[in-house]
């Protein structure tokens, strides 16, 4: 059974910095390619960045190009998001994700939830 | 990057058909045929729906079904019922950036 478990969120200032973490079972991890998404509070998803199977190619979004940097440790079956600067518009659940094709994902995690409040 | 354009919201009653149609551009949704669709119920993780614009993932009912006309994607949810009733979510690669979401649509059955 494929699963993705994340971890690492919670309350930070500002500025501040926070380390997301994704674990993965089920399925050959460093044959594909993951993604992190994120949703705001009552709002939509928002795709963050992905990675491709062995860490040489990354993509982000324009909001947090420069601030987050995804990696991946594929003797570990675990995903990073090392999210830097962090801003208040940074809240919300943050979802791994693993890519099947063309960026659809066919499994997600549970989510961790990223709080940027002072 | 803007987000694709999706109706905010879709209404139907049980049994109906409805469609939520999902426009890009060529850079996007007109220019690879990498469209997918997520089902998401309130507090619950998104659910893969359809994949490269009409595909269906195993376990999927056959009531949905995706298609695409040059830069608008459209899902089709065919025998409306009441656990239908959720967030629609399109997203396409895009050569901009990689990918990008939809604006979301919500689906009410009457």
């Known amino acids: 059974e494929v699963q993705l478990v994340e971890s690492g969120g919670g309350l930070v200032e500002p500025g501040g910095s926070l380390r997301l973490s994704c674990e993965a079972s089920g399925f050959i991890f460093g044959s594909y390619w993951m993604h992190w998404v994120r949703q705001a509070p009552g709002k939509g998803l928002v795709w963050v960045s992905r990675?491709?199977?062995?860490?040489?190619?990354?993509n982000y979004a324009d909001s947090v190009k420069g601030r987050f940097t995804i990696s991946r440790d594929n003797a570990k079956n675990t995903l990073y998001l090392q999210m830097n600067s962090l801003r208040a518009e940074d809240t919300g659940i943050y979802y791994c994700?693993?890519?099947?094709?063309?960026?659809?994902?066919?499994?997600w995690g549970q989510g961790t939830l990223v709080t940027v409040s002072s | 990057q803007s987000a694709l354009t999706q109706p905010a919201s879709v209404s139907g009653s049980p049994g109906q058909s409805i469609t939520i149609s999902c426009t890009g551009t060529?850079?996007?949704?007109?220019?690879?045929?990498?469209v997918s669709w997520y089902q998401q119920h309130p507090g619950k993780v998104p659910k893969l729906m359809i994949y490269e614009d009409s595909n269906r993932p195993s376990g999927v009912s056959n009531r949905f079904s995706g298609s695409k006309s040059g830069n608008t994607a459209s899902l089709t949810i065919s025998g409306l019922q009441a656990e239908d009733e959720a967030d629609y979510y399109c997203?396409?690669?895009?050569?901009?950036?990689?990918?990008?979401f939809g604006t979301g649509t919500k689906v009410t059955v009457l």
């Open positions: 990675i491709n199977t062995d860490g040489g190619v990354t």
């Open positions: 994700a693993k890519d099947l094709s063309w960026g659809a994902s066919d499994y």
């Open positions: 060529s850079s996007d949704v007109g220019g690879y045929n990498s």
């Open positions: 997203s396409s690669y895009t050569s901009a950036i990689s990918h990008v």
